[in-house]
T-cell receptor
Framework: QQQVKQSPQSLIVQKGGISIINCAYE??????FPWYQQFPGKGPALLIA?????SEKKEGRFTISFNKSAKQFSLHIMDSQPGDSATYFC???????????????FGKGTKLSVKP | EPEVTQTPSHQVTQMGQEVILRCVPI?????FYWYRQILGQKVEFLVS????????KSEIFDDQFSVERPDGSNFTLKIRSTKLEDSAMYFC?????????????FGPGTRLTVT
């Protein structure tokens, strides 16, 4: 119930291509879905986030697509660049109504490599 | 740009020893978190802390763990008697507000190795 399932585990994309990472959840009380980017030796950093009242959010080359009925959300990286090579984590958090203090439940991560 | 800092970057300890991991959150932030990441696995929530009290803790955060804000800047995680399975990367995070919609800023982590 508290899990977030992420796929694929690793992804290789050519420069300029589209990277797509998928996540699924079970708990319908989740109310906030961020994506974090992590470079080696660094902590995770927030990339983009969405709430379930919208189906899509775009920031630059990064887009979250959200399907509430399917309980799935995905990250799309357009025009992928070698500098995007990192590990990406989806996460979920209960809303304030669920008494959450903001703790994040993470997926297992996807290691993205963008080849020049 | 303000950032969360953590010390040490790498700590090696023997099983059964006590360790203290230190974090300096961003100065105007009020909510603090510890997460851990076992090598090759997902990041897992340990505990959240606000107003000098634990707000929420996971099943992982048992009696061997404790957190403290000993002064106005530091936030510490103590593991009383380390076990081999405590070997992981430990991340501190902070936010300016409570609840799920505030961005959590993560530190670079402390790699704990228990031998």
């Amino acid at each position: 119930q508290q899990q977030v399932k992420q796929s694929p585990q690793s992804l290789i994309v050519q420069k300029g291509g589209i990277s797509i990472i998928n996540c699924a959840y079970e708990n319908t009380a989740f109310d906030y879905f961020p994506w974090y980017q992590q470079f080696p030796g660094k902590g995770p950093a927030l990339l983009i986030a969405i709430r379930p009242d919208v189906s899509e959010k775009k920031e630059g080359r990064f887009t979250i697509s959200f399907n509430k009925s399917a309980k799935q959300f995905s990250l799309h990286i357009m025009d992928s660049q070698p500098g995007d090579s990192a590990t990406y984590f989806c996460a979920a958090s209960l809303g304030k109504g669920g008494g959450s203090q903001g703790n994040l439940i993470f997926g297992k991560g996807t290691k993205l490599s963008v080849k020049p | 740009e303000p950032e969360v800092t953590q010390t040490p970057s790498h700590q090696v300890t023997q099983m059964g020893q006590e360790v203290i991991l230190r974090c300096v959150p961003i100065s105007n932030h009020l909510y603090f978190y510890w997460y851990r990441q076992i090598l090759g696995q997902k990041v897992e929530f340990l505990v959240s802390f606000y107003n000098n009290e634990i707000s929420e803790k996971s099943e992982i955060f048992d009696d061997q763990f404790s957190v403290e804000r000993p002064d106005g800047s530091n936030f510490t995680l103590k593991i009383r008697s380390t076990k081999l399975e405590d070997s992981a990367m430990y991340f501190c995070a902070s936010t300016e507000g409570g609840g799920p919609y505030y961005e959590q800023y993560f530190g670079p982590g402390t790699r704990l190795t228990v031998t």
